[in-house]
């Protein structure tokens, strides 16, 4: 997959089809616009092109992760499009005729019910097939998903993770919430003599759920492996900043400097402070008997189901 972080031009392509909105997260919604520039370039052959509106709030999904599922689900160019003066001061129609048609060469046009541009965000989806005929090209308008009688939406992913409702964020995103990265050395896989961990410092732009204790699944190139993940400052040990420390079960693999991505399944308990490193130890041992006890039960092959690409 082809990746532009637009800071001035936009690439010059042929004949595709994209889909505009935000895409954080990459929700329920956001897919049924994906699969449908995707079911374009099977049967037309058109780039599946998507171009993500950027800020600098944090993200339910970093850039890099975005990236990553974009590619899985076989997206050919994602344009990250920064909200910039000149983007959101530009008039509905000069957008469509300079970036869509002049230089992205758009023949369908995918968006959401909601989707607003342009200056004073007047352009809408029936403009956007208003000017279909002119311009020549299709516009595709996907009504929103929903969950009961609410719209999926990164607003409503947003209030979940700030509860830690990690189930119903997995039912809102189609999968669950996650943190990628490289693992990180001299933090945790030495103390052979505590609880062997692996650590991943999450980038600021990464919007996190409440510090405390998660029952996850480490995703690596080439294994699985289910444990539990401390988010948080660790207080007794005095660090000062953000992590996450997973202890994996029944894995004694050096993990330093891999890629991983921990799935978070369930929020356990808060973050807290213990007297002693003793008592530290019994408490981790009680999460790690419970974060085995989950994966044990009835539905655990429905829980540890990965990202579905189509």
């Known amino acids: ?20 909105g935000k895409f954080d997260g990459i929700h329920r919604g956001h897919r049924k616009l994906i699969r449908t520039i995707l079911e374009r370039k099977k049967e037309y052959g058109e780039l599946a092109v998507v171009m993500a509106f950027v800020s600098d709030r944090q993200m339910i999904f970093t850039s890099e992760e975005r990236r990553t599922y974009l590619a899985k689900m076989g ?35 995918v968006v959401g019910e909601d989707f ?11 403009l956007l097939q208003k000017f279909g005929e002119k311009y020549e090209y299709e516009t595709v308008v996907i009504s929103k998903e929903m969950e009961g009688n609410r719209k999926v939406s990164s607003t409503y992913i947003r209030e979940e993770l700030k509860k830690g409702n990690m189930e119903k964020i997995q039912d809102l995103l189609g999968r669950p919430f996650c943190v990628s990265g490289r693992i990180e050395h001299g933090r945790g896989l ?19 759920p409440p510090n405390g204790v998660y029952v996850t699944m480490s995703h690596f190139e080439d294994g699985d492996y289910p444990g539990i993940t401390n988010v948080g400052y660790k207080p007794t040990v005095g660090e000062s900043f953000l992590g996450v420390e997973t202890n994996l079960f029944d894995c004694d693999r050096d993990l330093y400097g891999r890629e991983c991505t921990v799935d978070f ?33 009835e539905n655990s092959s429905q829980k540890t189901l990965r990202f579905e690409s189509k």
Do not use: W
């Not at 030495?190 to 996190?208: A, E, V, Y």
């Open 1 to 20: 997959m082809e990746y532009v972080r637009l800071s001035g031009q936009f690439p010059k392509l042929t004949k595709s089809a994209v889909t505009l």
């Open 75 to 109: 997206v050919d160019v994602l344009l990250e499009c920064p909200l910039n003066d000149e983007i959101k001061h530009m008039k509905a129609e000069n957008f469509i005729r300079q970036i869509l048609k002049g230089d992205l060469q758009a023949e369908c046009v």
């Open 116 to 126: 607003r541009f342009g200056y004073e965000r007047k352009g809408t989806p029936e």
């Open 190 to 208: 030495g103390h052979r003599d505590f609880f062997p961990t692996t650590n991943i410092i999450p980038p600021k732009s990464k919007l996190m």
């Open 265 to 297: 399944y369930k929020y356990t308990r808060p973050e807290q402070k213990f007297t002693s490193f003793e008592a530290l130890k019994a408490q981790i041992r009680k999460d790690i008997q419970s974060g085995k006890e989950y994966f044990q039960n």
